[in-house]
């Protein structure tokens, strides 16, 4: 039974200094970074001391996952995450070079499900970019 947004407390506040980094690392760090810096940076490129890494490190929490899945969806890399059981979430990935990939069936959260999700996502473009180079 949902609770009553009247009585819950408020939340918590979220910290807003995670980089890109705690998400993506190697090649898919430097891809996203790219993309992100081509999509969503404007009036910023303008300024003396741009740094599109740190523009991403400034944003909102719950807005740095949201990006990344946006730039795993251009790339053909689909996370997909719902509802299992027991007030528990699964996430996975799906794309048209590999069938479905599960990320677990015990998260807690919404959240840490896309999160597991983005972080296998991020092991598997790793690893098909050195396939890609060998």
């Known amino acids: 039974m ?5 009585t819950d407390p408020k939340p918590q506040c979220v910290q807003t200094d995670v980089s890109v980094s705690a998400f993506l690392n190697g090649k898919a760090k430097q891809d996203f970074i790219k993309w992100y810096d081509k999509n969503y940076i404007s009036v910023e490129r303008f300024l003396k001391d741009y740094d599109p ?17 946006e730039w795993l969806d251009s790339i053909g890399m689909f996370i997909d995450c719902g509802y299992y059981a027991k007030g528990k979430m699964c996430s996975g990935i799906e794309s048209e070079k590999f ?16 999160i597991s999700a983005i972080k296998k996502a991020n092991e598997l473009y790793n690893a098909k970019v050195v396939e890609a180079e060998h």
Request: hydrophobic letters at 30%; zero cysteines; glycine letters at 2%.
């Open 99 to 114: 069938s479905f990939i599960s990320t677990g069936t015990k998260h807690e959260t919404r959240r840490e499900a896309i």
């Open 2 to 6: 949902p609770k009553n947004s009247n």
């Open 53 to 69: 890494e740190q523009l991403f490190k400034s944003l909102h929490e719950p807005f740095k996952p949201t990006l990344i899945v």
